[in-house]
Antibody, heavy 119, light 110 residues
């Protein structure tokens, strides 16, 4: 059974930093592209970033480019999101999602971890 | 403002057929697969349709997807109360090098 478990969400001040983690199990982690998707309270879904199976390719939404860094450790079946220069508009539930197979769709999602940026 | 355009709301009575539209452009829907996600209240999104019109195992055949040009649609037939949820379309955008979502459609079963 595929499982994605996010962690690391906390309350942080504007300008602060945070690293989110996603522990994956139930599939061959290093075969798949992985994504982060976020959802602000009461709002729709917003894609944040993706990383290829080997970490060689990364893409970011314009809203986070230059501030967030996606990475992975295939030896630990783990995905990460380093978030710097946080803004109040980054407040959201952050989901880790597995790619369906290099077609940029998400076939499995975690339950999310809440990041609140507030002074 | 979302790159893909969906109606903010839709509704129907039990047993009815409802369609939700998703409009994009040549750089997203026009040249890439469309995906649909269902988000029940208080839960994580779930894949409903992949590669325009394919259903994952476990998704009832009441749900169907289609694509034509730069638009896509999700149809739900035999509407049931448990279908009340938010529905999102998504696709890769070649110009943005990003996954883009629609703003979501809240489906109400009357």
């Amino acid at each position: 059974e595929v499982q994605l478990v996010e962690s690391g969400g906390v309350v942080v001040q504007p300008g602060g930093s945070l690293r989110l983690s996603c522990a994956a199990s139930g599939f061959t982690f290093d075969d798949y592209t992985m994504h982060w998707v976020r959802q602000a309270p009461g709002k729709g879904l917003e894609w944040v970033s993706l990383i290829s199976w080997d970490g060689g390719s990364t893409y970011y939404a314009d809203s986070v480019k230059g501030r967030f860094t996606i990475s992975r450790d295939n030896s630990k079946n783990s995905l990460y999101l380093q978030m710097n220069s946080l803004r109040t508009e980054d407040t959201a539930l952050y989901y880790c999602a597995k790619d369906i197979g290099n077609h940029y769709g998400f076939d499995y999602w975690g339950q999310g971890t809440l990041v609140t940026v507030s002074s | 403002q979302s790159v893909l355009t969906q109606p903010p709301s839709a509704s129907g009575t039990p047993g009815q057929r409802v369609t939700i539209s998703c409009s994009g452009s040549s750089s997203n829907i026009g040249s890439n697969y469309v995906y649909w996600y269902q988000q029940l209240p208080g839960t994580a999104p779930k894949l409903l349709i992949y590669r325009n019109n394919q259903r994952p195992s476990g998704v009832p055949d009441r749900f169907s997807g289609s694509k034509s040009g730069t638009s896509a649609s999700l149809a739900i037939s035999g509407l049931r109360s448990e279908d009340e949820a938010d529905y999102y379309c998504a696709a890769w955008d070649d110009s943005l090098s990003a996954v883009v979502f629609g703003g979501g459609t809240k489906l109400t079963v009357l």
